[in-house]
């Protein structure tokens, strides 16, 4: 009987180029090469959603990673030079990030040290909402029509927080780009000094050191992959400050998406119809023949109850009726009015209490200069969020202004046109004062007169509507800024030489729109962020660097694993122009000042050679491998189990030589002899290519070379009853992913499964993400 039982066999309608494992859930996640992210479960290989590209993020997926949670996935678009962070359970896209070149690898990993502050942080770290209140969710008949964010909420927005233990998510790619996001969010570090493109990524989880596989062109052009490994140790000495750090200013760019959301819901709910009255004048302007203003025809119907315009009968029953405009200002103003109360000033509110405590955090420079804050920075980043509430504030007075004049002037004109029309009028309508009839009288004098630079500005001469230019995302001065020159407070600053350039006061740019002062408030906070992502970056320092072979094309055996407990580093590879039976495994401690030798060769010994094509961690101590059978059994496909114990018990050193690459001196590399025994089974009718597994739920995923025909094992039978504490936490975040998640497509068929029980609460296998490519991509199997 072989040793690993199949449980699942199906054939993909795309060829797979990334594929990544949920650490956490029954779930995998697959991009295609039409730019398509799906998600499907384990059993029955179900669909749960799929995510289609788009021209805005883009379709072309080079990288996946899940958020160590298993709530978030990242991946990352070749095309437009964007990573996308994707909530898990409604296919939501929750943030956008720019990267400078292309990504072509990531890894996220959660950081496992424990220390006296970082608990001590930990239990604390929710003291915010002692002082805050909370985030108010964001009107959803607004937010479905986003283009981006389909059915968006506060509450997922701020789900990208996360737990507060900090994980990493590292991006690497073309010219040695490597950048360090915590939280998924925050870009901790940005690192030079690495030559050639990241093909992969690993940093450890004590977070002293990052293994980087490079593929540099040599001489001949040919690529040649090295492997280096770079001192992150500020990182590690400072880990409770940049915890500190990252979770603070983590908020801050979570609550920095929030007000951009809250600030697209009042657009949406500012309607064009407000600009129906403009546009109407102006067009009336344009055609009415008498050198009147249309102000002195508005007062005229006020005074004498009649117009001698005859324009004036067509504007007062345009098509659109006074009363429905009326209504629908009102209902707008009213909308806008509170999502500016409740989300924009809540928001930055938040804002100024988390960046007053990183400038707290910035004047203990004992603990925080070494990692570049800046309290000047921060102290130009507060001053930046008050004047954003400022201007808030500002929108406010304008609309209770505007949603009071408009009532006035739509009640009387209302009245003034039913009798025109001869019509009845109510008589709640009826009762004017002459107190209503000089505040209309104001608010004509002050809104309709005609305003030539207007016209050449705008291409209409009246601007009624004053709210609609706060929310216009434009470099130009409001057209009609509010009148300031009885504000007893703005001419005792002016008079005043000590308060008039004081720090302590917000300036408050009367003249430029809430989108300006928002764009500008992120501009300065992105500045004050920046500061310590160079200076960690200046510190990380490159200590191995490690030609390793050399190849007239990309193979794709690469694999890097961290070994938290025993804390090293290891690197899988095969160098196939010299000894395709042969699978090389280097060992690194994860303290760069710390020696370990260990480079070992392993050759399989059977009846038969193999050679390797993809290996995979299963743990800290298994490797899984697929391998192929060499000249006349090329056909064959085997899946194996290879533990590491007796791979590397090899008595012999070897004595590396610095200027020659691994390739060229393979011949001093010991090697072990390796015996399967019954830890193998034979891939019949598969031409296998790529395997991911989970030690976890002990099970592997194999595909095949045309990236369409997938298999699923159970690796290790006779212990599946004793699945370990890990694996039961596993199953209960499932069964709450059940509550929340429904399949939106079926599932494909099963081609010939062996085995046809497959457990509905099983947990996916962890595998790095990988880019699949291969000779054979155009092969069926």
Not at 278 to 291: A, I, P, W
Request: net charge negative; charged share 25%; aromatic share 10%.
């Amino acid at each position: 009987m072989p040793a690993f039982r199949q449980v699942g066999e199906k054939q993909l309608p795309n060829p797979v180029l990334c594929m990544a494992w949920s650490p956490k859930r029954d779930l995998i996640a697959l991009a295609n090469t039409t730019g398509e992210l799906l998600l499907h479960r384990l059993a029955s290989f179900q669909r749960v959603w799929s995510l289609p590209p788009s021209e805005y993020t883009g379709k072309e997926i080079t990288a996946l990673a899940w958020r160590p949670d298993g709530k978030i996935l990242a991946f990352s678009l070749g095309d437009t030079k964007q990573v996308v962070l994707c909530g898990v359970e409604k296919a939501e896209i929750l943030h956008v990030f720019p990267m400078q070149s292309p990504v072509t690898c990531m890894h996220w990993m959660e950081v496992m040290e424990e220390s006296s502050a970082l608990s001590s942080f930990y239990n604390s770290e929710d003291e915010s909402k002692l002082f805050l209140p909370k985030l108010p969710t964001l009107p959803k008949s607004y937010s479905t029509t986003s283009k981006i964010f389909s059915e968006e909420k506060s509450d997922e927005i701020l789900n990208l927080l996360g737990e507060v233990r900090l994980n990493i998510l590292v991006l690497g790619g073309d010219a040695g780009f490597v950048e360090l996001y915590a939280y998924g969010m925050y870009k901790i570090a940005t690192l030079g000094g690495v030559s050639g493109t990241c093909r992969s990524l690993s940093l450890s989880s004590d977070l002293k050191s990052l293994s980087v596989i490079t593929e540099v062109r040599s001489a001949d052009n040919n690529p040649e992959i090295c492997y280096i490994q770079l001192d992150t140790g500020l990182l590690s000495d400072c880990l409770p400050e940049v915890t500190r750090m990252a979770r603070k200013f983590t908020h801050i760019s979570t609550l920095l998406q929030y007000l951009h959301l809250s600030l697209t819901c009042m657009c949406e709910a500012w309607e064009d119809i407000l600009m129906q009255m403009d546009l109407r004048l102006t067009k009336f302007v344009q055609e009415k023949n008498t050198s009147t203003q249309v102000q002195d025809e508005f007062l005229e119907l006020l005074l004498w109850g009649q117009s001698r315009w005859e324009g004036m009968t067509a504007f007062l029953q345009f098509r659109f009726g006074l009363k429905k405009l009326g209504q629908s200002i009102e209902s707008s103003y009213s909308s806008i009015q509170k999502l500016v109360i409740s989300h924009l000033q809540s928001g930055s509110e938040a804002l100024l209490y988390h960046l007053s405590e990183v400038k707290g955090m910035s004047l203990w420079k004992q603990k925080f200069e070494p990692l570049g804050l800046d309290s000047a920075a921060i102290e130009g980043a507060i001053t930046a969020v008050g004047s954003f509430s400022l201007k808030a504030n500002e929108l406010l007075q304008v609309i209770d202004k505007s949603m009071k004049n408009f009532k006035a002037f739509f009640r009387w004109l209302y009245v003034a046109m039913l009798r025109m029309c001869e019509e009845h009028v109510p008589p709640e309508l009826n009762k004017m004062t002459q107190k209503d009839i000089a505040f209309v009288a104001d608010f004509l004098s002050e809104h309709f007169s005609e305003n030539e630079e207007l016209f050449d500005r705008k291409g209409k001469y009246f601007n009624v509507e004053r709210v609609g230019q706060y929310l216009k995302d434009e470099d130009e001065d409001l057209v009609s800024p509010p009148n300031t020159k009885g504000n007893q407070w703005l001419r005792f600053l002016q008079e005043s030489t000590h308060l008039k350039e004081s720090p302590l006061l917000f300036p408050s740019y009367p003249q430029k729109s809430l989108h300006f002062v928002k764009r500008m408030m992120e501009n300065v906070i992105e500045h004050c962020l920046q500061n310590p992502a160079e200076v960690i970056g200046k510190s990380v320092k490159q200590a191995v660097f490690l030609p390793l072979y050399t190849v007239p094309e990309r193979y794709n055996i690469m694999c890097l694993w961290n070994d938290r407990k025993a804390k090293l580093h290891y690197v899988v590879f095969c160098m196939p122009e010299i000894s395709p039976s042969k699978l090389y495994i280097l060992r690194k401690g994860t303290d760069p000042n710390r020696y370990i030798s260990g480079i070992v060769g392993v050759l399989f010994v059977s009846h038969y050679v193999y050679s390797c094509l993809d290996a995979r961690f299963y743990d800290d101590e298994m490797l899984t491998v697929v391998m192929q059978g060499s000249e006349e059994q090329n056909s064959w496909r085997v899946l194996a189990q290879l533990p590491l114990a007796s791979s590397l018990n090899c008595e012999t050193e070897f004595n590396w030589q610095p200027n020659l690459r691994l390739d060229q001196q393979t011949s001093a590399i010991p090697c072990q002899d390796l015996v399967l025994g019954n830890q193998w089974r034979e891939l019949e009718n598969m031409k296998a290519q790529f395997v991911a597994v989970n030690g976890i739920r002990k099970v592997a995923c194999v595909l095949s070379a045309n990236l369409r025909h997938l298999r699923v094992f159970e690796m290790d039978v006779e212990d599946e009853d004793d699945e370990g504490a890990d694996s039961q936490n596993a199953s209960a975040d499932q069964d709450g992913l059940d509550a929340t998640m429904t399949s939106q497509g079926q599932g494909e068929g099963s081609l010939g499964v062996e085995g046809e029980a497959e457990e509905q609460g099983r947990d996916e296998f962890l595998k790095p993400t990988e880019h699949l490519e291969s000779e054979e991509a155009v092969e069926l199997s």
